[in-house]
């Protein structure tokens, strides 16, 4: 299995489709489209006072349907194959992500990949939806689409999350093969489920390459121990960095709220490993805990004057593109495949994200120097 980095596609408002021409040249392993009710930014500092950015978009949280994209782009590209990154099985019945996927993967003649993932705080409570047990509800759910695309003629299910009677999905898998699908997993629980489900793996957070080859070894344990092939499991990473021309510009990409913000996906615990108190307090659960719409001023102003800059660049990448690179390249040495490069500095304003999408191409035209003996 080669290295081949991935694209994203931002699934929000400006929707800008005109980029899927360029992706589909063979550069790039797969896109990946997120699919998201909010974004992680809080409400309050999305604001001119804090951000430039603000006074191009009013709200960070103008999301689409992370589906009804991956359908468009399947229609507007003819090669490269397309992931969501991720769909929670929470707001959407098994039933439905069956027959979605089922429908996309046709649109994209066979090049769809269901990306799936059990959910996060920020996309489910505000709406209503039951967030209890939220690793055993995904792993009936993933059985769940397995039993309707695999099945021959109607089903039953009762399960402890779902009930299914006499259900069908007569759509046949085009060309008889089913889409695949890639598990979005960090904890234990969590990592078996994709050991005995995923085709392909990525984690929520990998904060350091023997991290990552931790994960990836517990994915392929329990890959090994249900029957499964565990080399068949395609390892990726979403590769948060921060990328900067030289040192001056770096530290002004870290002085720049939304960065310091990006602190609140990080678990306190996770953030003691490298021997830092989390701004938010011992008790954060980093992405589980966000609920941008919630995080008042004044919480958000004390976070932001107790984040120091060396937390920030403890838990990701950072320096130049080539910097970047070297730091990327231990994590293919760990065992990732498929790398997205997302560079965080774009988060800094709108100068900054002007030079992101160049840093990200030459971050990627070194890694690919890098791993050019890797197959």
């Known amino acids: 299995m080669r290295v081949q980095p991935a694209a994203f596609l931002r699934t929000t408002l400006p ?12 550069r790039y392993h797969s896109i990946w489209l997120p699919d998201h009710m909010v974004s992680f930014w809080p409400d309050s500092i999305w604001t001119p006072e804090f951000t430039d950015l603000a006074t191009v978009s009013p709200s960070p949280h103008r999301h689409l349907d992370g589906l009804a994209v991956a359908a468009a782009a399947a229609v507007l590209t003819s ?15 098994p039933a439905l992500l069956a027959q979605s996927a089922l429908t996309v993967d ?10 799936l993932g ?15 047990r939220p690793v055993s509800r995904f792993e009936e759910a993933l059985h769940v689409i397995r039993l309707l695309w695999e099945s021959d003629g109607p089903v039953d299910h ?47 957070g990998a904060w350091t390459p023997h991290d990552y080859a931790e994960k990836l070894a517990t994915v392929r344990e329990s890959a090994e121990r249900a029957g499964r092939d565990p080399m068949a499991i395609t390892p990726c990473y979403i590769q948060v960095c921060l990328m900067a021309r030289d040192e001056a510009a770096l530290q002004d990409v870290l002085a720049a709220p939304l ?25 954060w659960q980093g992405f589980h805990d966000i609920d941008p ?18 937390m920030v660049l403890a838990m990701v990448p950072h320096g130049t593109p080539q910097q970047v690179a070297r730091t990327i390249k231990e994590y ?43 197959s």
């Open 15 to 26: 929707l800008d489709l005109t980029q899927l021409r360029s992706l589909d040249g063979g």
């Open 332 to 374: 293919v040495d760990a065992g990732l495949r498929v790398p997205k490069i997302l560079d965080y500095s774009a988060m800094a304003g709108l100068d900054h994200a002007a030079a992101s999408a160049q840093n990200v191409r030459a971050a990627e035209d070194a890694l690919m120097a890098l791993c050019s003996d890797i």
């Open 106 to 115: 046709h649109l994209s003649h066979g090049r769809f990949i269901l990306g």
């Open 79 to 93: 090669h490269v194959p397309l992931a969501t990154s991720v769909v929670d099985t929470v707001r959407r019945h």
């Open 158 to 204: 009762d399960g402890r999350f779902y009930r299914l009677q006499h259900a069908r999905l007569d759509t046949e898998p085009f060309e008889g093969r089913f889409p695949k699908i890639w598990i979005g997993a960090s904890g234990p629980r969590s990592l078996a489920v994709a050991g005995r489900y995923a085709d392909g793996w990525w984690p929520a």
């Open 118 to 132: 059990s959910g996060e705080k920020e996309n489910i409570a505000p709406y209503g939806f039951d967030f209890s």
């Open 293 to 310: 719409a919630t995080l008042t001023r004044e919480r958000i102003l004390d976070f932001l004057g107790r984040v120091e800059p060396e």
């Open 259 to 283: 960065v310091k913000s990006f602190l609140l996906q990080v678990p306190a615990s996770t953030l003691a490993g490298f021997g830092f108190r989390h701004p938010m307090g011992d008790d």
